[in-house]
């Protein structure tokens, strides 16, 4: 995934999206499990590119 040609605030769009749909599965106990090893990997990707850009964003808490 090429995140050099997006904006901003899509990045942080984006990551905020996946963030809200950890702590939803967070929230149902971990029973449906929204967010999978594609969608870690994706996260893993943008917080990368948001981090070389020295943005501002709440980390993902992962479940274990």
Known sequence: MDFTHSNDQSLL???????????????????????GDTAKQYAERLREEIERRRLRFTPIDWPR
């Open 13 to 35: 769009n984006f990551y905020e999206s996946v963030r809200r749909q950890v702590e939803a599965d967070k929230s149902l106990g971990n029973r449906f499990r929204f967010v």
